[in-house]
Nanobody, 115 residues
Framework: QVQLVESGGGLVQPGGSLRLSCVASGRDFRVFHMYWYRQAPGKERELVASMTSSGATDYADSVKGRFTISRDNADNTVYLQMNSLKPEDTAVYYC?????????WGQGTQVTVSS
């Protein structure tokens, strides 16, 4: 297994920015495909961004051009840079790692976008 710990959430005004971090431990991080999900109150968890072990990225249409996923294999960390935040981005953000049959989730970090 791999243990994932997110950080970086908080309260930000509309139009602001946040950078989420997810630190992995326990396995060889570089082989994992990494994902950021979010879940707003009363809604299903949705995929926000993904990055494969080879570096290919993909984004939900709602965040394209505003969010950027990146990873630093030397530090076992995946990031989500969030710019031009909107109130509808308010959610708990979860880091997810997948490698073959291994699926690991972090505990989540709250992001609130409000004036």
């Amino acid at each position: 297994q791999v243990q994932l710990v997110e950080s970086g959430g908080g309260l930000v005004q509309p139009g602001g920015s946040l950078r989420l971090s997810c630190v992995a431990s326990g396995r060889d991080f570089r082989v994992f495909h990494m994902y950021w999900y979010r879940q707003a109150p009363g809604k299903e968890r949705e995929l926000v961004a993904s990055m494969t072990s080879s570096g290919a990225t993909d984004y939900a249409d709602s965040v394209k051009g505003r969010f950027t996923i990146s990873r630093d294999n030397a530090d076992n960390t995946v990031y989500l840079q969030m710019n031009s935040l909107k109130p509808e981005d308010t959610a708990v953000y979860y880091c997810h790692g997948r490698f073959m049959s291994i699926n690991s989730w972090g505990q989540g970090t709250q992001v609130t976008v409000s004036s």
